[in-house]
């Protein structure tokens, strides 16, 4: 890109326990929006969903594990190391106050995360501090305003806010980027249910973290869930 303006972007998720598809969607993003640093940023209590069934440091180690060797994504442990419940909006305020006005910061999701928005805490301040990058799946609709009402606030973010890649490194924040990228048909619950009901994860995960997971039994005893 043109513009020397400095870009990161982030990639939250609860990482329970990190797998190919998350790790494949983070270099891709990284590759494609050209960005300075991709940073992985494991959530310490997700407010809206069960408590992760295993501790916050083994899904730390587990990403560490992945991470290793790996040049182009790092490691963001600083949800980990906030008490209470992990709120990006708080995450993206304390990254502005650290990194000033004019970098870059762009928070990435998939579909499924861009619809519960709404709900998210402070949710309109998000466009404030940062990008939003979306990844829909080849072939996906977002919703439209007109015909969706379900997802009305969700529609009326993207027609004002849609921006594509040079945006993000013309300006810091404020545009929603939507991409279309392929993703493996991988997910941690699958690969808990595939462990809680004595078969083997192989393949799904790198083989680090799997030989982490068996060295400290974890995931045993979660046999519900399915893809
Ligand atoms: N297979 C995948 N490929 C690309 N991105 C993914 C994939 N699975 C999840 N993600 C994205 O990774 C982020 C973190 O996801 P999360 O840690 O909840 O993983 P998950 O596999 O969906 O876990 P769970 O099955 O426990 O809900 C979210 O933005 C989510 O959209
Ligand atoms: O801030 C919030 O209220 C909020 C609500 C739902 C999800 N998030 C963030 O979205 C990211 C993906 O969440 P998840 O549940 O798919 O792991 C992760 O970084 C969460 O902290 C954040």
């Given at each position: 890109m043109s513009s020397n303006r400095y870009t990161i972007a982030l990639f939250g998720g609860t990482f329970d326990p990190v797998h190919f598809g998350h790790l494949r969607m983070a270099l891709e993003l990284s590759q494609a929006l050209k960005v300075d640093e991709m940073r992985l940023v494991p959530s310490h209590q997700p407010r809206h969903r069960q408590t992760p069934g295993v501790s916050a440091e083994q899904r730390r180690q587990m990403l560490a594990l992945a991470l290793d060797g790996c040049d182009e994504l790092q490691l963001d442990e600083r949800e980990?190391?906030?008490?209470?419940?992990?709120?990006?909006?708080?995450?993206?305020?304390?990254?502005?106050?650290?990194?000033?006005?004019?970098?870059?910061?762009?928070?990435?999701?998939?579909?499924?995360?861009?619809?519960?928005?709404?709900?998210?805490?402070?949710?309109?301040?998000?466009?404030?501090?940062?990008?939003?990058?979306?990844?829909?799946?080849?072939?996906?609709?977002?919703?439209?305003?007109?015909?969706?009402?379900?997802?009305?606030?969700?529609?009326?973010?993207?027609?004002k806010h849609a921006g594509g890649i040079a945006d993000l490194h013309a300006q810091p924040c404020g545009r929603l980027v939507v991409r279309e990228q392929t993703l493996l048909p991988i997910s941690s619950t699958h690969i808990r249910y595939l462990i809680g009901s004595g078969q083997s994860p192989r393949f799904l995960l790198p083989a680090a973290v799997l030989q982490y997971i068996e060295d400290n039994q974890l995931y045993r005893t979660a046999a519900t869930g399915g893809q």
């Open positions: 980990l190391n906030r008490p209470g419940p992990t709120y990006t909006v708080d995450t993206l305020e304390e990254l502005r106050a650290e990194l000033g006005e004019e970098v870059s910061i762009s928070f990435c999701m998939g579909l499924d995360s861009l619809l519960t928005l709404p709900s998210w805490h402070r949710w309109e301040r998000l466009l404030q501090l940062a990008h939003l990058v979306v990844v829909i799946r080849p072939g996906w609709k977002l919703p439209r305003q007109d015909v969706d009402g379900s997802h009305g606030a969700v529609a009326a973010l993207l027609e």
